[in-house]
C-alpha cells in the first residue's frame, strides 16, 4: 500500500475505525502503527503476585490484591459525599474509598465477583484504606490478552467512552503486536544487535507492551531507551564531524597588541589556573580554521565574563568583530560596564544595544558595525536582529545560554558569510548527561575553580519564626558595611499576588529598617528599565544597604560588598535557581551568608532543595542533584528547544546508558563519519529519516 508498517493509518488496525481513529488522535495524538507502538504502557501487573492485607502496611508505595467486596457504604446526608467498600481476601479486610465518580462505581462494581485491587494504602481513622484505587475485574482465561505480566495504558474519559479504557488499548495493542512480524522494519545493524546481545527491534516492542517476566520487560526497555539516546548521540556527533570537515570557520592566527597590551597592563588580578587553561582551549580552537563551536561550563562566580572578554580580544587582533550576548537588559548593562572599565584606556571601541537603546545612538551604532569602526558590541536579543549587520563578525559570545532558544542562536550563524565562532556559558553547571545530550555536538571547556580568597557562603534555613533573629543578623551586618539582598520569588511576572508578597515584604521591611538611618533599593520585572537601573546602580554605588527584589537579580549581577542573601519563599525556587541566587553573595573577601526563609510545610523535595543547598556549594553537586529532583524536562530550556523527547529513557536515571550509547556512536562514526558503508546502511536510513522530520540540526547552537 505505499505505507511503511510505522506509518500505517492508525484506523487500518483490526479493532479501530473512523470514529475510534478520530478520537485516538485527539486524546492522544495517535495517528499511525508507529505512534500506537510507542504508546508504553505506564505500569504492570503482575498476576503472579498479590499482597496480603494483613501484611499491608502504610510504609508501601502500592499494593496489589485479589479478593471481593462485602459490603457497600455511601456517605453522607443529602448528597453523597464518598463511598466506602469492604474489600477482604483470605486474610483480612481493607476499605476502598472513593470521592468522586461514586455513581459510576456503583454501576461497575458486582456482588460475588472477584476483583484485583491496586493504589496506595494510606492509615486512617484507626484502619487501612485505599482512596481511589484502581479496581478490575479477573479476568477469565479466554479473555487473558497478556499471559505475562499485564499492561496498563493511560487512558482519558472520552476514550473510556468508547471502549478504550486501558484494557481496551492493550487489545488494540495486542492486534498490532500480533501483525508485526516480518514487518517492523529494524534500527540498528545486525552487528551491533549481536554485540550488544540486545533484542531485536520487534521483539523489543512485542516485550513491552506484552512481558512474560520482569527480566524481558527490562531488556526490551534497555533497547528501547539504548536506541532513543544512541540516535540522539549519532546525530549530535555526525552534525560535529560535518561542521569541522566541510564548515569553514575564520582562522585567528596571532595574538596580537591588544590582548597582550590587555593582558600585561590592564588585568585587574592574576587569572586563576582554571581561567588560563580555558583560554589556551579556545586558542587553540580558533587558530584552526574550523569553526570553534564550545560550551563554557563554569559555576557562578567562577569568572567566565573575563574569559569572554579575553576571547574577544582575540578576535579583536585578528581584525574581526566579537559580539557578547546576553539574556536580560540588566545583565547586559553590567557585563557592558565591567568591560568597558576592564578595558579603560585601551582605546577600543565598544558599544552596548539593547531593546531600550534610542533610535538615534542605535542609527550610530549600526553604522559604526558595517563601517568595522566598532570591534566589540554588547548587547541582549536585540543583536540578533536583521537591522543588526556586522563589518565581519568572527565571535559571538553567548552568556547564559539556555535562556535563548535554539533558532535565536542559530541566527548568529548568518550574520557572517562565514559563520563566526561560537562560545556559549552557561549560568551553572549542567550535569554530565544532559550536557552530552543536549549539547553533545559542542567542545566543552570548565572552569572548575573559583578566583582565590572566596570564603564558602554559610547557608542556614529558618522558619518565619527566626524573623526577628533575622532582622537583628541584617541590622548587624549593616553596621559592619555590608550590603543586603532579600529576594522575593516572582515566577511570574504578571501574577498581581506575588508582586503583592514583594511590596508586603518591601514594607515591613521599610518598617524595621527606616530612613534615614537605613536605605532600600527595591527592583522588581515590572518596573521600567531606566527605573529598574537607578535602583541598582544605587546598590551598586553602597547608596542602599539593602536591596529587595524578585529574580530579575538572578543572573549575573555583581556587587562584592553585598554579603548577605536571604531568599523569602526559598520552598518555591527550583535548586539551580536557589544556586545563581546564592551565587550573587561571596564575592567579596567578607565571610558571606544565604540565608533560606521557608513555610512551615514543605513538601519533601522541597525539603530535599532546601537540605541540598545547605549541605553544599558545588554546583556540580547541585546540578546533579537538581536533575534528579525534578527531571531533565524542565532544565535549561530542553521542551521548548523540542531538541530532545525521549519517551522511555530518564537522563537523571539512565546515565549509563547515555554514556555507552555515546561511546558506541563514536566508534561507528570513526570506522564510517558517512555512515556509507553497506553494514551501516539502517544507521543512515534512520538518520536521514529524523532529519527530514526535525530539520538540520548542523546549525543547531
Ligand atoms: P560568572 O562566571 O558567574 O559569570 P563573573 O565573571 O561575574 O562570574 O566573575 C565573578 C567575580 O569574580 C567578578 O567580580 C570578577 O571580577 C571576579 N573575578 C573573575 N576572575 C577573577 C580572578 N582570576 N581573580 C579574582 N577575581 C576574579
Ligand atoms: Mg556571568
Redesign the pocket.
Known amino acids: 500500500m505505499g505505507y511503511s508498517f510505522e506509518e500505517t493509518p492508525i484506523e487500518f488496525l483490526k479493532g479501530v475505525g473512523p470514529k475510534r481513529a478520530g478520537i485516538l488522535k485527539k486524546e492522544l495524538g495517535i495517528t499511525t502503527f508507529g505512534d500506537l507502538l510507542v504508546y508504553y504502557p505506564f505500569r504492570y501487573i503482575d498476576r503472579s503476585k498479590f499482597n496480603k492485607i494483613s501484611d499491608i502496611d502504610s510504609d508501601q508505595s502500592f499494593v496489589q490484591i485479589r479478593g471481593k467486596i462485602v459490603h457497600f457504604e455511601t456517605i453522607g446526608k443529602n448528597r453523597a459525599t464518598r463511598l466506602v467498600a469492604t474489600f477482604k481476601d483470605s486474610s483480612g479486610y481493607i476499605n476502598l474509598i472513593w470521592f468522586q465518580g461514586l455513581k459510576w462505581i456503583k454501576e461497575k462494581i458486582k456482588d460475588n465477583t472477584e476483583y484485583i485491587v491496586f493504589g496506595k494504602p494510606t492509615f486512617y481513622n484507626k484502619s487501612f484504606n485505599i482512596i481511589h484505587p484502581e479496581i478490575e475485574e479477573i479476568e477469565t482465561e479466554q479473555d487473558i490478552i497478556a499471559k505475562g505480566l499485564q499492561p496498563f495504558y493511560s487512558s482519558t474519559e472520552k476514550l473510556r467512552v468508547i471502549g478504550l479504557n486501558s484494557k481496551g488499548i492493550a487489545k488494540l495493542t495486542r492486534n498490532l503486536i500480533d501483525n508485526i512480524k516480518g514487518s517492523l522494519n529494524e534500527t540498528l545493524p545486525e552487528y551491533l544487535i549481536q554485540r550488544l546481545k540486545c533484542l531485536s527491534r520487534e521483539e523489543a516492542f512485542a516485550n513491552i507492551h506484552f512481558p512474560a517476566n520482569h527480566i524481558i520487560l527490562e531488556k526490551a526497555r534497555t533497547r528501547l531507551k539504548f536506541e532513543e539516546l544512541f540516535f540522539i548521540q549519532l546525530r549530535l556527533m555526525m552534525a560535529k564531524i560535518v561542521r569541522n570537515i566541510k564548515s569553514k570557520g575564520h582562522k585567528f592566527s596571532i595574538i596580537g597588541n591588544t590582548f597582550n597590551d590587555f593582558y600585561y597592563n590592564h588585568l585587574?588580578?592574576?587569572?586563576?589556573n582554571a581561567?588560563k587553561k580555558v583560554i589556551k582551549e579556545i586558542r587553540a580552537d580558533v587558530a584552526t580554521g574550523k569553526q570553534m563551536n564550545r560550551l563554557l561550563q563554569?559555576?557562578?562566580?567562577?569568572?567566565?565574563?573575563?574569559?569572554?572578554l579575553m576571547s574577544m580580544l582575540m578576535a579583536v587582533d585578528n581584525g574581526f568583530q566579537a559580539c557578547l550576548m546576553a539574556p536580560t537588559e540588566v545583565l547586559a548593562c553590567q557585563h557592558y560596564d565591567?568591560i568597558s572599565n576592564m578595558l579603560d584606556g585601551m582605546n577600543l571601541e565598544i558599544e552596548l544595544l539593547t531593546g531600550s537603546t534610542k533610535t538615534s545612538k542605535r542609527n550610530k551604532i549600526y553604522e559604526n558595525l558595517v563601517s568595522g569602526n566598532l570591534k566589540i558590541l554588547i548587547g541582549t536579543h536585540a543583536l540578533i536582529e536583521d537591522t543588526v549587520k556586522f563589518n565581519n563578525l568572527g565571535l559571538v559570545v553567548i552568556?547564559e545560554q539556555h535562556k535563548f532558544g535554539v533558532t535565536q542562536r542559530a541566527s548568529m550563524w548568518e550574520k557572517n558569510i562565514i559563520p563566526p565562532h561560537i562560545l556559549v556559558?552557561t549560568?551553572t553547571p549542567i550535569p554530565r548527561t544532559l550536557a552530552m545530550t543536549l549539547y553533545g555536538d559542542l567542545d566543552i571547556s570548565v572552569?572548575d575553580e573559583?578566583?582565590?580568597?572566596r570564603k564558602p557562603v554559610k547557608t542556614c534555613h529558618y522558619y518565619e519564626s527566626a524573623r526577628l533573629k533575622v532582622f537583628n543578623f541584617m541590622k548587624q551586618k549593616i553596621k559592619e558595611g555590608r550590603q543586603i539582598y532579600v529576594v522575593y520569588p516572582i515566577i511570574n511576572e504578571s501574577e498581581t499576588l506575588e508582586l503583592k508578597d514583594l511590596m508586603d515584604g518591601y514594607e515591613s521591611i521599610s518598617r524595621e529598617f527606616p530612613l534615614p538611618e537605613y536605605a532600600i533599593s527595591i527592583v522588581h520585572g515590572r518596573m521600567k528599565t531606566d527605573e529598574k537601573e537607578y535602583e541598582m546602580k544605587r546598590f551598586l554605588k553602597g547608596e542602599t544597604q539593602i536591596m529587595v527584589a524578585t529574580t530579575v537579580i538572578e543572573v549575573?549581577v555583581?556587587v562584592?560588598n553585598a554579603s548577605v542573601m536571604i531568599i523569602e519563599n526559598a520552598e518555591r525556587f527550583g535548586l539551580s535557581q536557589l544556586h545563581q541566587l546564592r551565587?550573587r553573595v561571596g564575592?567579596g573577601s567578607d565571610q558571606s551568608y544565604c540565608i533560606l526563609m521557608s513555610d512551615y510545610k514543605l513538601s519533601t523535595d522541597a525539603k530535599k532543595r532546601l537540605q541540598t543547598m545547605v549541605e553544599t556549594s558545588d554546583g556540580f553537586i547541585i546540578a546533579e542533584a537538581d536533575l534528579k529532583l525534578r527531571g531533565p524536562g524542565d532544565l535549561q530550556g530542553t521542551q521548548q528547544s523540542g531538541i530532545i523527547e525521549l519517551r522511555l529513557a530518564d537522563l537523571a536515571k539512565d546515565e549509563k546508558i547515555v554514556k555507552f550509547a555515546r561511546s558506541i556512536a563514536e566508534e561507528i562514526l570513526k570506522e564510517d563519519p558517512d555512515l556509507k558503508l553497506k553494514k551501516n546502511y539502517r544507521l543512515l536510513y534512520q538518520i536521514n529519516l529524523m532529519s527530514s522530520k526535525i530539520g538540520n540540526w548542523s546549525m543547531i547552537s
Open positions: 585587574p588580578f592574576e587569572l586563576t581561567q563554569g559555576d557562578v562566580g567562577s569568572g567566565k565574563t573575563l574569559v569572554a565591567t552568556d556559558m549560568a572552569i573559583l578566583p582565590p580568597g549575573g555583581d562584592p551565587g564575592r
